[in-house]
């Protein structure tokens, strides 16, 4: 099997690259495959026999090289998917769908490059005339644009011979919109050697006492991190517990200043705010830390890969209890209702954890357990193959009258 | 043409005209001239004794007479020169008007050549709304027969990825037969 993949690869500064970084040597030992990644990038990848890099310029379709299957990993970030999508619309493949809501991806490549019209008719080829009124009734300013109602998954997944998502909720989600397409949820994929260091030597190697209890988050830093959330309930905890430490490990996205709410609340002596890290510090802070905190609202229906990192870390994480999130058994993290009583449970949940080790380790275990027979690379790996398998099979030659007359 | 402008050109002629001929203003003249009443002296034409009777009629009048005509004269005197005086105001403010008059008649004149002009603009607008009703219809018809084509290369780049790889399959197919059948 010859596959041709592409996608973000580190070290660009993408969730996506990082999960290709993992997920592509336990592929590569089930196939061949040609990763396409930006012109000029020298990805950071270990190297593999059957794995072979070349520029997204290069390809030419996959006759030209006889792959058996294309496979796109798809997000929400322009400036990585722009030139996937181009290839994806020409070469219809496998899409992994990262985020379910394409809406801000077609805005930044269309809109803020002032192309309205590309816009509108992919508006209209989604929604028919609903959109097609939408969106003009956007352009002219008298409604602003409905990006939660309108998540224009479908010029991908309509072009696509199968999608993969990561959660249930995607996956329904898909269904209720394009009930023919082909689509498989195949849980996110991490490094299960994500805990080799102990928790103390990383917080020494850090600079944190021992003693320190760390609360951390991974990730870009933006408002639906509900950050401030955490803010406001460790200046009522730090008192009750002295040794209460945030890490916030990322870097914030355009436009949004945490350090001012850091200090208006008088945080600025226990926490941390790394900007982005390398990957090597990373895996330090996540060793480090004694409750991962991975809240998320609004979401577009986007799994974590920071919380899977957690988890596998045997983190006890807490997490948003909406979307992709609920789906994470009970008992390998801690859910947060979204509302008016966010901040009480917040609080709850971190006044219990931190005081009691036993009930993190036991909650960090379980999560590490669930990652192990969920996320792990080779098992992931072998359920993209299984499922490339099953596209294939549709559209075998002997199939492909009854597959061709029953789209026409 | 409307009531009003009748009126106002049949009052501009006016205007016109009594500047022209000046007659009202000699007639006012001839009044103010006349407004005053002047007692004629008597006299008598008889020969010898004409200058006698002169004398005594006027003595006779002044004795019997003056006393009651000259207030009545005074009087009449008064009322002429009040007419003649009411006439000249009313004459002014006449002309007065007359200026007005000739003011709105030129602002509407104006108002009429703008009138038309937004007739004319109108008329165009209208054909112009059709014409925009159309190109919206084709416009529409035109989109969805975009819509309808994006949908078809959508189905027909699918069915070709398909073909793609199914051509593919059977290449190694027939080159792994070719194999077979050498062997």
Same mark, same amino acid.
């Given at each position: 099997m010859r596959i041709a993949y592409f996608s973000p690869l580190p070290p660009q500064k993408s969730g996506i690259a990082d999960y290709s970084a993992t997920l592509l040597p336990s592929l590569a030992e089930m196939a061949e495959i040609d990763v396409f990644v930006d012109d000029n990038l020298l990805p950071q990848l270990p190297p593999h026999p059957s794995i072979s890099i070349h520029s997204i310029s290069s390809f030419r379709g996959p006759l030209d090289k006889k792959q058996h299957i294309c496979i796109y990993q798809m997000g929400a970030n322009v400036h990585y998917h722009d030139k996937i999508f181009q290839l994806l619309r020409r070469y219809p493949g496998i899409t992994v769908l990262h985020d379910v809501n394409m809406n801000s991806f077609f805005g930044e490549l269309y809109l803020m490059r002032g192309q309205i019209t590309e816009y509108t008719r992919l508006m209209a080829y989604a929604y028919s005339e609903e959109g097609l009124s939408h969106a003009r009734s956007a352009h002219r300013g008298e409604t602003p644009y409905d990006t939660a109602k309108y998540l224009l998954i479908e010029p991908l997944i309509e072009r696509s011979l199968g999608v993969i998502v990561h959660s249930h909720y995607a996956e329904s989600l898909i269904r209720a919109r394009r009930p023919g397409v082909s689509v498989k949820r195949i849980p996110l994929v991490t490094d299960i050697a994500f805990s080799s260091a102990s928790a103390e030597e990383a917080k020494l190697q850090l600079g944190f006492e021992q003693s320190d209890l760390i609360i951390a988050a991974f990730g870009y830093i933006s408002p639906t991190k509900r950050l401030e959330k955490l803010l406001s309930v460790s200046s009522m905890l730090r008192n009750k517990i002295p040794h209460i430490k945030l890490a916030i490990v990322g870097e914030a996205i355009d436009g949004y200043d945490l350090y001012t709410e850091i200090a208006a609340?008088?945080?600025? /002596?226990?926490? $941390?705010?790394?900007?982005?890290?390398?990957?090597?510090?990373?895996?330090?802070?996540?060793?480090? !830390? /004694?409750?991962? #905190? %991975?809240?998320?609202?609004?979401? &577009?229906?986007?799994?974590?890969?920071? +919380?899977? =990192?957690?988890? =596998?870390?045997?983190? @006890?994480? +807490?997490?948003?209890? *909406? /979307? =992709? #999130? *609920?789906?994470?058994?009970? /008992?390998?993290? &801690?859910?947060?209702?979204?509302?008016?009583?966010?901040? #009480?449970? &917040?609080?709850?949940?971190?006044?219990?954890?931190?005081?009691?080790?036993?009930? $993190? $380790?036991?909650?960090?275990? %379980?999560?590490?357990?669930?990652?192990?027979?969920?996320?792990?690379?080779?098992? *992931? =790996?072998?359920?993209?193959?299984?499922? *490339?398998? !099953?596209? +294939? %099979?549709? &559209?075998? @030659?002997?199939?492909?009258?009854?597959? +061709?007359?029953?789209? $026409? | 043409m409307t009531e009003l402008q009748t009126i106002q050109t049949a009052e501009i002629d006016r205007s016109q005209n009594y500047h022209v001929t000046g007659q009202r203003e000699r007639s006012i003249m001839e009044l103010q001239q006349r407004a005053c009443l002047t007692p004629r002296p008597l006299t008598s034409n008889t020969p010898v004794i004409g200058g006698f009777i002169a004398w005594f009629r006027n003595a006779w009048n002044s004795v019997s007479t003056q006393w009651y005509i000259a207030p009545l004269i005074q009087q009449q005197n008064e009322f002429n020169q009040g007419v003649v005086d009411e006439l000249r105001a009313l004459r002014d403010d006449m002309q007065s008007l007359h200026a007005e008059l000739r003011i709105i008649a030129s602002e509407q004149q104006e108002l009429k050549q703008q009138t038309d002009k937004i007739a004319d603009l109108v008329d165009v607008a209208g054909v112009g709304y059709i014409r925009i009703q159309e190109l919206k219809q084709l416009l529409d018809e035109i989109s969805d027969r975009l819509i309808a084509n994006d949908r078809d290369v959508a189905a027909l780049t699918h069915d070709l990825g398909k073909v793609t790889y199914a051509v593919i399959r059977l290449d190694e197919d027939l080159k792994r037969l070719d194999g077979a059948l050498r062997s």
């Amino acid at each position: 099997m010859r596959i041709a993949y592409f996608s973000p690869l580190p070290p660009q500064k993408s969730g996506i690259a990082d999960y290709s970084a993992t997920l592509l040597p336990s592929l590569a030992e089930m196939a061949e495959i040609d990763v396409f990644v930006d012109d000029n990038l020298l990805p950071q990848l270990p190297p593999h026999p059957s794995i072979s890099i070349h520029s997204i310029s290069s390809f030419r379709g996959p006759l030209d090289k006889k792959q058996h299957i294309c496979i796109y990993q798809m997000g929400a970030n322009v400036h990585y998917h722009d030139k996937i999508f181009q290839l994806l619309r020409r070469y219809p493949g496998i899409t992994v769908l990262h985020d379910v809501n394409m809406n801000s991806f077609f805005g930044e490549l269309y809109l803020m490059r002032g192309q309205i019209t590309e816009y509108t008719r992919l508006m209209a080829y989604a929604y028919s005339e609903e959109g097609l009124s939408h969106a003009r009734s956007a352009h002219r300013g008298e409604t602003p644009y409905d990006t939660a109602k309108y998540l224009l998954i479908e010029p991908l997944i309509e072009r696509s011979l199968g999608v993969i998502v990561h959660s249930h909720y995607a996956e329904s989600l898909i269904r209720a919109r394009r009930p023919g397409v082909s689509v498989k949820r195949i849980p996110l994929v991490t490094d299960i050697a994500f805990s080799s260091a102990s928790a103390e030597e990383a917080k020494l190697q850090l600079g944190f006492e021992q003693s320190d209890l760390i609360i951390a988050a991974f990730g870009y830093i933006s408002p639906t991190k509900r950050l401030e959330k955490l803010l406001s309930v460790s200046s009522m905890l730090r008192n009750k517990i002295p040794h209460i430490k945030l890490a916030i490990v990322g870097e914030a996205i355009d436009g949004y200043d945490l350090y001012t709410e850091i200090a208006a609340l008088g945080l600025a /002596d226990i926490t $941390r705010v790394t900007g982005y890290v390398k990957e090597s510090e990373l895996r330090t802070y996540l060793a480090a !830390t /004694d409750v991962g #905190f %991975n809240l998320r609202y609004p979401t &577009i229906g986007e799994s974590s890969a920071t +919380l899977v =990192a957690l988890m =596998a870390s045997a983190k @006890p994480t +807490l997490v948003s209890n *909406v /979307d =992709a #999130f *609920v789906e994470y058994p009970d /008992d390998a993290c &801690i859910k947060i209702d979204i509302g008016e009583h966010e901040e #009480f449970q &917040i609080a709850s949940a971190l006044n219990k954890l931190l005081s009691d080790a036993e009930l $993190r $380790r036991q909650i960090g275990h %379980n999560a590490r357990r669930y990652v192990e027979f969920t996320c792990a690379p080779a098992l *992931v =790996a072998q359920q993209y193959m299984e499922f *490339v398998e !099953t596209v +294939l %099979n549709e &559209i075998a @030659p002997s199939k492909m009258k009854a597959s +061709l007359s029953s789209k $026409r | 043409m409307t009531e009003l402008q009748t009126i106002q050109t049949a009052e501009i002629d006016r205007s016109q005209n009594y500047h022209v001929t000046g007659q009202r203003e000699r007639s006012i003249m001839e009044l103010q001239q006349r407004a005053c009443l002047t007692p004629r002296p008597l006299t008598s034409n008889t020969p010898v004794i004409g200058g006698f009777i002169a004398w005594f009629r006027n003595a006779w009048n002044s004795v019997s007479t003056q006393w009651y005509i000259a207030p009545l004269i005074q009087q009449q005197n008064e009322f002429n020169q009040g007419v003649v005086d009411e006439l000249r105001a009313l004459r002014d403010d006449m002309q007065s008007l007359h200026a007005e008059l000739r003011i709105i008649a030129s602002e509407q004149q104006e108002l009429k050549q703008q009138t038309d002009k937004i007739a004319d603009l109108v008329d165009v607008a209208g054909v112009g709304y059709i014409r925009i009703q159309e190109l919206k219809q084709l416009l529409d018809e035109i989109s969805d027969r975009l819509i309808a084509n994006d949908r078809d290369v959508a189905a027909l780049t699918h069915d070709l990825g398909k073909v793609t790889y199914a051509v593919i399959r059977l290449d190694e197919d027939l080159k792994r037969l070719d194999g077979a059948l050498r062997s």
